[in-house]
T-cell receptor, first 110, second 113 residues
């Protein structure tokens, strides 16, 4: 079946620290992979996506690379800001729906 | 200007009541979805419609009935509400099915007392 595993949070970092949120997946075929972000009290926003192996998605300083050999799509950012505090969801799309990971809470302190 | 909108934003009701949540998208998308987010933030697909036709129904109780009067609207009616229905319900849409980016509404926070 299709599933996504994310590192458990919360992740607490100081401003300007390096961020990695691990995401691995199990899927039949070659799904598209996504990172969505949910700010407090809001809906989900697409952060970045990759549709095939070795693709790198990037947006707002965040990056993730679709690694077929390790079935991973880890999220990274070189220097986090307080405004990055949110819940981050890794997801895959095997075709007609999104399958989400459990979400990782990120807290950035000034 | 809002791409995907939902009403109401908050819904507080008693057990046993019937309620509806409405969703509208102005993106010209063909496919719409309902997701449920539980208290631990876990998100799960409930339903998906493509061109007004139901294409996904993920073992959701019969008390939940989606209706899509046209491609731009997908409503969710819930009968005989139970405590366990308390959650945030998100509507989403995409251009079509098949790995497309989904755009989410702001969510409806349902609390059943």
């Amino acid at each position: 079946g299709n599933s996504v595993t994310q590192m458990e949070g919360p992740v607490t970092l100081s401003e300007e620290a390096f961020l990695t949120i691990n995401c691995t997946y199990t899927a039949t075929g070659y799904p598209s992979l996504f990172w969505y972000v949910q700010y407090p009290g809001e809906g989900l926003q697409l952060l970045l996506k990759a549709t095939k192996a070795d693709d790198k998605g990037s947006n707002k300083g965040f990056e993730a690379t679709y690694r077929k050999e390790t079935t991973s799509f880890h999220l990274e950012k070189g220097s986090v800001q307080v405004s990055d505090s949110a819940v981050y969801f890794c997801a895959l799309s095997p075709g007609n729906k999104l399958v989400f990971g459990a979400g990782t809470i990120l807290r950035v302190k000034s | 200007d809002t791409a995907v909108s939902q009403t109401p934003k908050y819904l507080v009701t008693q057990m046993g009541n019937d309620k509806s949540i409405k969703c509208e998208q102005n993106l010209g998308h063909d496919t719409m979805y309902w997701y449920k987010q539980d208290s631990k933030k876990f998100l799960k697909i409930m339903f998906s419609y493509n061109n007004k036709e139901l294409i996904i129904n993920e073992t959701v109780p019969n008390r939940f009935s989606p209706k899509s009067p046209d491609k731009a609207h997908l409503n969710l009616h819930i009968n005989s509400l139970e405590l366990g229905d308390s959650a945030v319900y998100f509507c989403a849409s995409s251009f079509r099915t098949g790995g497309e980016t989904q755009y989410f509404g702001p969510g409806t926070r349902l609390l059943v007392l």
